[in-house]
């Protein structure tokens, strides 16, 4: 639709009347909702939306946060235990994985706002393998947390061979070595990560929607409104890892040297 | 790549002015943005290595915040947007700080209102302000009924509040373990019974009879403060 109508888009043409070549449906283009007037309104109506949704997003994770600033003032010895137990290594390298796939999230907005579809697709997958590595690395760091009986709640110090019923060679329980209370810091980084993984996972699905509608040619210059709304989806997920990498993983590190 | 594309697509609809006139930002910017979130990323990593006590979180959470920043800015388009979804922004923000404030100046605060300041907040009545902790010679004369504490300690009319405070820390465990949260929780649920117990047992101070027909459902310290001064 982009290049079929490029040029004729340019003319100036008062309102309601349409270039030839045009989906029509109605007197309105087919992505220009009927309830809506104009272009404009239909845009800062979903944008709006999008934003009441993110506002409550916000609301919804501060509560996790809220009883991590509890339970962090009550117990700070135990999380800065448990949060040597993290891979800082790979909490910022998926930080910074993160990071990258908003880039390309925005610029793949970007390529959708300037009618560049091809480049918008490639933007998308990008966005998408970023979110695949996130979750892979993620995997990893849950792994090496089962290995050390490291589980939240109740399952906490249980280990590996407990739950699998697989004989586990040199296995120590490193939960046992920790003070008390660090199951306090596993439940809510298992639930505070888990629940933004989900988030992830979710991101990845709406991405691939976005991915078939762009390939199907439902955006142009005119129309990129599902694209920025994605992002601004996604750029919020990453907002909260920014908040819960240096909270869970960052608690007063010591340098393995120093340990003591 | 490097094309500066700082336009605004330009009335190329039939809606002219209507069309969406989306602000496109360069290349450039977008990738000193995502530069900037690496530096401060590094930056929080680097200032966690550090020992500077509790300033340690106040560091992480300002860098991350600034990150934040950035990527609202620039990354979810607010400096070009409607202000009206910064608005948004802004306010769920603000709750978030009163969600924090009044949680953790509660949490904060348990235990230090009696015990290290002596602090006693109903003036006129001289009740100790209700907190976690547990007067022990109270708790030794009442062993399980709840609210019959404070009225069999202080000779003078007792006022609900301590009674309705009180029954949260016979069923929480005085010991920090149990956990203020859960204190604070079973409170809304003690009440209830606070109100119905005193009237049926010792407690003299309340044992008018319409001290439990009172509006005791509340566990708001203040509203029963004034309705058992009645007897």
């Given at each position: 639709?982009?290049?079929?109508?490029?040029?004729?888009?340019?003319?100036?043409?008062?309102?309601?009347?349409?270039?030839?070549?045009?989906?029509?449906?109605?007197?309105?283009?087919?992505?220009?909702?009927?309830?809506?007037?104009?272009?404009?309104?239909?845009?800062?109506?979903?944008?709006?939306?999008?934003?009441?949704?993110?506002?409550?997003?916000?609301?919804?994770?501060?509560?996790?946060?809220?009883?991590?600033?509890?339970?962090?003032?009550?117990?700070?010895?135990?999380?800065?235990?448990?949060?040597?137990?993290?891979?800082?290594?790979?909490?910022?390298?998926?930080?910074?994985?993160?990071?990258?796939?908003?880039?390309?999230?925005?610029?793949?907005?970007?390529?959708?706002?300037?009618?560049?579809?091809?480049?918008?697709?490639?933007?998308?997958?990008?966005?998408?393998?970023?979110?695949?590595?996130?979750?892979?690395?993620?995997?990893?760091?849950?792994?090496?947390?089962?290995?050390?009986?490291?589980?939240?709640?109740?399952?906490?110090?249980?280990?590996?061979?407990?739950?699998?019923?697989?004989?586990?060679?040199?296995?120590?329980?490193?939960?046992?070595?920790?003070?008390?209370?660090?199951?306090?810091?596993?439940?809510?980084?298992?639930?505070?990560?888990?629940?933004?993984?989900?988030?992830?996972?979710?991101?990845?699905?709406?991405?691939?929607?976005?991915?078939?509608?762009?390939?199907r040619g439902d955006f142009s210059k005119r129309y990129f409104t599902p694209v920025d709304i994605t992002a601004l989806y996604w750029h919020l997920v990453d907002l909260v890892w920014i908040y819960l990498f240096p909270l869970l993983y960052l608690i007063?590190?010591?340098?393995?040297?120093?340990?003591? | 790549?490097?094309?500066?594309?700082?336009?605004?697509?330009?009335?190329?609809?039939?809606?002219?002015?209507?069309?969406?006139?989306?602000?496109?930002?360069?290349?450039?910017?977008?990738?000193?943005?995502?530069?900037?979130?690496?530096?401060?990323?590094?930056?929080?990593?680097?200032?966690?290595?550090?020992?500077?006590?509790?300033?340690?979180?106040?560091?992480?959470?300002?860098?991350?915040?600034?990150?934040?920043?950035?990527?609202?800015?620039?990354?979810?388009?607010?400096?070009?947007?409607?202000?009206?979804?910064?608005?948004?922004?802004?306010?769920?923000?603000?709750?978030?700080?009163?969600?924090?404030?009044?949680?953790?100046?509660?949490?904060?605060?348990?235990?230090?209102?009696?015990?290290?300041?002596?602090?006693?907040?109903?003036?006129?009545?001289?009740?100790?302000?209700?907190?976690?902790?547990?007067?022990?010679?109270?708790?030794?004369?009442?062993?399980?009924?709840?609210?019959?504490?404070?009225?069999?300690?202080?000779?003078?009319?007792?006022?609900?509040?301590?009674?309705?405070?009180?029954?949260?820390?016979?069923?929480?465990?005085?010991?920090?373990?149990?956990?203020?949260?859960?204190?604070?929780?079973?409170?809304?649920?003690?009440?209830?019974?606070?109100?119905?117990?005193?009237?049926?047992?010792?407690?003299?101070?309340?044992?008018?009879?319409?001290?439990?027909?009172?509006?005791?459902?509340?566990?708001?310290?203040?509203?029963?403060?004034?309705a058992s001064a009645h007897p």
């Amino acid at each position: 639709m982009s290049e079929a109508t490029a040029d004729a888009e340019h003319e100036h043409e008062h309102e309601h009347e349409h270039e030839e070549g045009e989906e029509h449906h109605g007197d309105h283009p087919r992505w220009l909702q009927h309830h809506w007037d104009t272009p404009v309104q239909q845009f800062d109506a979903a944008k709006l939306g999008m934003w009441a949704f993110l506002g409550q997003e916000l609301l919804f994770f501060s509560g996790l946060f809220v009883a991590y600033a509890i339970y962090r003032t009550w117990y700070g010895e135990a999380f800065a235990a448990g949060s040597h137990e993290l891979s800082r290594f790979m909490g910022a390298t998926n930080t910074c994985v993160l990071l990258f796939s908003s880039l390309t999230a925005a610029l793949a907005v970007r390529a959708s706002q300037l009618g560049k579809r091809s480049e918008t697709t490639m933007w998308i997958l990008l966005t998408i393998t970023c979110a695949f590595g996130f979750l892979v690395i993620k995997y990893m760091e849950y792994h090496v947390k089962f290995e050390h009986g490291l589980l939240p709640g109740s399952f906490y110090g249980t280990p590996r061979d407990m739950l699998t019923f697989a004989p586990l060679a040199g296995h120590h329980s490193v939960a046992a070595e920790l003070p008390d209370h660090t199951h306090a810091f596993f439940s809510l980084y298992f639930v505070m990560t888990g629940l933004h993984a989900l988030h992830v996972i979710i991101g990845i699905g709406i991405w691939f929607w976005i991915l078939r509608r762009n390939l199907r040619g439902d955006f142009s210059k005119r129309y990129f409104t599902p694209v920025d709304i994605t992002a601004l989806y996604w750029h919020l997920v990453d907002l909260v890892w920014i908040y819960l990498f240096p909270l869970l993983y960052l608690i007063d590190y010591v340098p393995p040297g120093h340990k003591g | 790549m490097s094309e500066h594309e700082h336009d605004h697509a330009h009335d190329d609809g039939p809606y002219g002015a209507d069309e969406v006139h989306a602000h496109v930002g360069s290349y450039r910017a977008y990738f000193a943005v995502f530069m900037g979130l690496i530096f401060f990323t590094l930056l929080t990593v680097g200032a966690a290595s550090i020992h500077l006590g509790r300033a340690n979180l106040a560091v992480a959470v300002i860098i991350a915040s600034l990150k934040a920043a950035l990527v609202c800015t620039f990354f979810m388009h607010l400096k070009d947007d409607n202000k009206f979804n910064s608005l948004i922004l802004i306010a769920a923000i603000t709750f978030i700080g009163v969600f924090f404030a009044l949680t953790l100046n509660d949490v904060d605060y348990r235990e230090k209102l009696d015990i290290q300041s002596g602090n006693r907040v109903f003036l006129q009545s001289g009740d100790q302000a209700p907190g976690s902790w547990v007067n022990p010679i109270k708790k030794e004369e009442t062993p399980g009924e709840a609210g019959s504490a404070g009225s069999k300690v202080e000779p003078a009319p007792t006022t609900t509040a301590t009674a309705s405070a009180q029954p949260t820390e016979k069923s929480a465990e005085p010991s920090m373990s149990a956990g203020p949260l859960e204190s604070a929780a079973t409170s809304a649920m003690a009440a209830p019974s606070s109100s119905a117990a005193p009237a049926h047992t010792a407690a003299p101070a309340s044992a008018a009879p319409h001290a439990s027909a009172a509006p005791h459902a509340s566990a708001a310290p203040h509203a029963p403060a004034s309705a058992s001064a009645h007897p």
